[in-house]
């Protein structure tokens, strides 16, 4: 023990017990000598975020809040792995068990290794912080293999295991935990069964009607939906789950079975040691326990006679203790807490905040429902305030909605404003009216105040470097918007920050969050985009990668708007230091024709084009070529575009394989083509080469490309992904070694979409793979892990059935400007800059 110094014990390592550490550190760093027991064997992490790990959207690692260094680097005594399994209050000493690899955290039974020593712990004050476990409902059969609970990491990856295998799953539980873990398991391509005992989905946080078009928005994406359903018995053939039999005596099909039910909280440690204890482990304001030495966070509390299982009462709880225990605020008190959830399954938006239904006569109710869209919303207002919220499939005003609810700020007098913003534009609640200390960021707790320091102390300038700093929006990403517009409002606009985790600058979306709200919302235009999820504002600078998503989205449905593209994109030729342009017309698999060769001779020659160069991908380019010849030139060569200028497949390059190289064992001449002729203009996130190789001598460079194929013995190929050759020079990674020409094409389309899908704007292939790791790629494209491998060939398929020659437009001018009037030196730069 550090002299004058306290020894504090913390008895868990989850979001409670690590938050009000923080809390503590911040007020009086130097108060206290801290240990901390973890019955799990990792640092502290999002619990909230877990079904994106059982989805795979994010590693385990990117859930991480606090990882082992931050201990250290606090002086923090941390027991990973090691259960606090007893509180001997006479001697003031904690004693823990180490648990056996594999051993559930939450068990009732601590599972220790044989002979293993105990770790004791003294202490001055203790913090109770043991959260809560699954509430499993009395079934027959229930425990075996199959059977899975879903509250840890390690439940994730057992999940996610098993899966793999399975065909069908249950999941026991309607509520906000049972469709997240039906959401994870949905994109391991299985079918799943919610199975949930009351009459409609998450009974706690919506009204019937809610909780009806929830039902069947999710039935409409394949998942079966059973209420009024209790399971009596798990059927088991030889241990391994068969069916589900109800109480009404009806069975149901499952392979597998995830049961979360609810929570319990965990309080064996504090009823042995004799602390009062009911539902919960009784605390009062301060969060003291009967013991005025030892405390409590989390949901392992019961105050006030109610137990809360969401994230924002732990932070109000965590905050209260640290001004007590710290003794900056000893008569800080917890009067409880205002509940909000926010719910994200496969696309479905939802956010219910405090009552569901009117309770007082006054009460005044506005609804609004479109069933069609799946799209619900009700306020409910008491005293000219709102009391209760639901908004189910349109979440655009739940940042305002939810700081006038926890604020208890007057609703407006056109309450509809709350529902789908103000019809003049101006806001509803400026950030500016908020007090420092409203909780702009539920997930992590984090206040105005503190995005407000960030910004004008730590020069944060953007929504990833505010996260970085504070851990705002880091989580379900809900409160982005309001980041936004404290940056604006501190800092004058926000910085374009390469490292953003928004696709585009000024949609606060992720790119998969994006694509499935311009899904759910059938935006099909860039302008579309803007008015919908931009607070109706432009941002030029995103005009073309959100041009690129939709393209890849809508296909042939995408509305095309030419002020959303670059001028290369808009004239489809090359644009040159000089304002002239480059015309690089398909060759396919670098093949050509003597025909073909006089017309582009005759070109050059009639257009005066100044240069005319073999390119690397084995094409002819002719530069120079002006602006108002480009129709001419194209009608002259009778060639399609070669996509020489765009983001999407250039080019695949080849030599002359088996039938004239005596080395070649491939036909590498008819690979190229086919590759060619099937994904030409298909749009990518950035520009993508390909190159087939007939033997491994590799001389079309195949595996310094984007994507490669190369000719082995027995008739077979090489499938690599993600090579370069520029300022970066990777060797691609071996994504799989295929037997036939048509599943080379088939890895390749695959490989293509899932980079269409996942990769960034303007990320290179070698990045994107380099990011998710060949093993991952390979799981998911090759072994089919995932389930998604059928669904991604159909995605690519329509890419190569939407294509059109571009320099068609030759004969039919997109806009009658398009090919007349020079450009402009910023057009040159952003050609630059982006090309």
């Given amino acids: 023990m550090t002299k004058n110094k306290s020894r504090l014990v913390v008895i868990g390592n989850g979001m409670a017990g690590a938050r009000v550490v923080e809390e503590i550190l911040k007020r009086a760093r130097d108060r206290f000598d801290i240990t901390m027991f973890g019955a799990e064997p990792c640092g502290n992490y999002n619990r909230a975020l877990l079904s994106n790990v059982l989805n795979g959207s994010r590693s385990a690692a990117e859930i991480l809040m606090n990882p082992t260094a931050w201990y250290r680097d606090n002086g923090i005594t941390l027991h990973l792995g090691v259960k606090a399994t007893q509180i001997r209050r006479q001697d003031k000493l904690i004693f823990g068990v180490p648990l056996s690899k594999g051993a559930a955290a939450y068990a009732v039974e601590a599972a220790a290794p044989p002979d293993a020593p105990a770790v004791i712990a003294p202490y001055d004050r203790v913090i109770i912080a043991t959260g809560s476990r699954p509430f499993v409902p009395p079934i027959e059969g229930c425990a075996g293999p199959g059977t899975f609970l879903f509250r840890t990491l390690d439940d994730c990856n057992q999940i996610s295991g098993c899966a793999k295998a399975c065909r069908k799953a249950a999941v026991i539980g309607g509520g906000l935990l049972g469709l997240e873990a039906a959401r994870g398991l949905m994109t391991h391509g299985i079918d799943v069964t919610v199975i949930e005992a009351a009459s409609q989905l998450m009974v706690a ?68 040691c004799g602390l009062a204890v009911n539902k919960g482990l009784v605390c009062d304001d301060q969060m003291r326990t009967s013991d005025p030495d030892i405390f409590g966070v989390g949901e392992c509390v019961e105050h006030r006679g109610k137990i809360y299982g969401l994230i924002n009462p732990i ?41 569901t239904q009117p309770s007082q006569a006054g009460d005044e109710v506005v609804a609004y429902r479109e069933p069609s869209r799946g799209v619900y919303k009700k306020l409910i207002v008491r005293a000219g305030a709102i009391s209760g919220a639901i908004l189910l499939g349109e979440t655009d005003t739940a940042g305002v909605l939810t700081q006038m609810f926890l604020s208890g700020a007057p609703a407006p007098q056109r309450r509809a404003d709350l529902l789908f ?24 707790g984090v206040t105005k105040g503190q995005i407000k320091e960030a910004i004008m102390i730590g020069k944060c300038r953007s929504v990833s470097k505010v996260a970085a700093c504070t851990k705002a929006g880091s989580g379900c990403g809900s409160c982005r918007n309001l980041i936004v517009q404290l940056i604006e409002a501190y800092a004058g606009e926000v910085a374009d920050d390469a490292s953003e985790s928004y696709y585009v600058p000024g949609v606060p979306l992720e790119k998969s969050q994006l694509a499935a709200e311009i899904r759910r919302l059938g935006l099909k235009s860039v302008s579309a985009v803007f008015r919908r999820l931009a ?11 959100l041009a690129s998503l939709l393209k ?67 094409r002819l380019d002719l530069l120079g070529v002006k602006k108002e010849d480009l129709p001419e030139v194209w009608k002259d060569l009778g060639m399609p575009s070669g996509h020489a200028y765009a983001r999407a497949f250039r080019t695949c390059k080849s030599c002359v394989g088996a039938d004239f190289c005596r080395y070649g064992v491939g036909d590498s001449l008819a690979l190229a083509q086919k590759i060619e002729r099937r994904f030409q203009g298909v749009e990518s996130p950035h520009k993508m080469k390909l190159a087939v190789a007939g033997c491994p001598r590799n001389c079309s460079e195949a595996c310094v490309k984007d994507l490669g194929a190369v000719a082995i013995e027995g008739g077979r190929w090489e499938i690599y992904v993600g090579g370069a050759a520029g300022s970066t020079v990777r060797k691609g990674s071996l994504l799989c070694t295929v037997d036939t020409s048509e599943a080379a094409l ?36 090759v072994e089919d892990h995932e389930g998604i491998g059928a669904r991604l060939d159909l995605e690519i398929q329509k890419a190569v059935d939407a294509y059109n020659d571009p320099w068609e437009e030759a004969e039919r001018p997109a806009y009658p400007e398009q090919f007349s009037g020079p450009e402009s030196a910023r057009a040159l730069e952003a050609a630059a800059t982006h090309g």
């Fill in 535 to 545: 607070g109706g504002k432009e941002y030029p600078a995103s005009k073309a990668g």
């Fill in 421 to 444: 913003g103000s019809s003049s534009g101006a806001p509803v609640l400026s950030v500016l009216d908020l007090p420092d200390h409203a909780r702009v960021c539920n997930c992590n």
């Fill in 746 to 781: 088939k890895y390749l389309g695959r490989f293509m979409q899932y980079y269409r899908e996942h990769g960034e704007y303007l990320e290179r292939s070698w990045r994107f793979v380099e990011r998710l790791g060949i093993e991952r790629l390979r799981s998911i494209l």
């Fill in 552 to 618: 890849t989205l809508w296909h042939d449905e995408y509305e095309d708007e030419r002020d959303a593209r670059f001028i290369n994109d808009r004239v489809h030729a090359n644009i040159q230091k000089d304002g002239t342009f480059s015309v690089v017309p398909r060759i396919y698999g670098g093949v050509t024709s003597p025909a073909e060769l006089r017309r582009i001779a005759a070109v050059a020659e009639k257009f005066r084009v100044p240069l005319v160069k073999f390119t690397g991908g084995q």
């Fill in 315 to 355: 932070w109000e709880q965590a905050q209260t203790l640290a001004d007590v225990i710290t003794g900056v605020n000893p008569r800080a008190a917890y009067v409880g807490s205002k509940l909000g959830t926010k719910l994200k399954i496969m696309g479905v938006e939802l956010v219910s905040l405090g009552e």
């Fill in 205 to 272: 946080q919506l009204d019937f009607e809610a909780g009806q078009m929830l039902r069947d928005t999710l039935e409409g994406m394949g998942v079966k939906v059973m209420c009024d359903k209790i399971t009596a018995r798990v059927v088991r053939d030889n241990s391994r789950i068969t069916q589900l039999e109800f109480k009404d005596g009806s069975t149901i099909e499952t392979d597998m079975l995830v049961i979360s039910a609810g929570i319990r909280p965990i309080t064996e440690i504090a009823a042995a």
